[in-house]
């Protein structure tokens, strides 16, 4: 099992940074690919960003693409989302989710992912 908590999430204006964290804890993470996914009210779950734990490759939706960055510390089991410029249409209910030596290009398809965190709020006001 893998434990996912993820934080950060909060009020900003358009235009304003935020900076999520999604701690990893349980069985090592060292082989999975980690996500970020977001829900807006109305709408489906949606792929983000992706990071391979071990080297680090990175992969993002063309709407977040250049604004936000994704990484991770090996130290701390953690994984970051560094959202700049944001939107109001980036407002959603964050996630963070794991999978086993899963490829980054399929991450559009959330069913794949095992683990997930129960979700941080981030809302952007205009």
């Known amino acids: 099992q893998v434990q996912l908590v993820e934080s950060g999430g909060g009020l900003v204006q358009a235009g304003g940074s935020l900076r999520l964290s999604c701690a990893a804890s349980?069985?090592?993470?060292?082989?999975?690919?980690m996500g970020w996914f977001r829900q807006a009210p109305g709408k489906e779950r949606s792929f983000v960003a992706g990071?391979?734990?071990?080297?680090?490759?990175?992969y993002y939706a063309d709407s977040v693409k250049g604004r936000f960055t994704i990484s991770r510390d090996n130290a701390k089991n953690t994984v970051y989302l560094q959202m700049n410029s944001l939107k109001p249409e980036d407002t959603a209910v964050y996630y963070c989710?794991?999978?086993?030596?899963?490829?980054?290009?399929?991450?559009?398809?959330?069913?794949?992912?095992?683990?997930w965190g129960k979700g941080t709020l981030v809302t952007v006001s205009s």
């Open positions: 990071i391979t734990w071990s080297a680090g490759s990175t």
């Open positions: 349980g069985r090592t993470v060292s082989s999975y690919t």
């Open positions: 989710a794991a999978a086993p030596g899963r490829g980054l290009a399929t991450m559009h398809d959330v069913r794949g992912m095992r683990y």
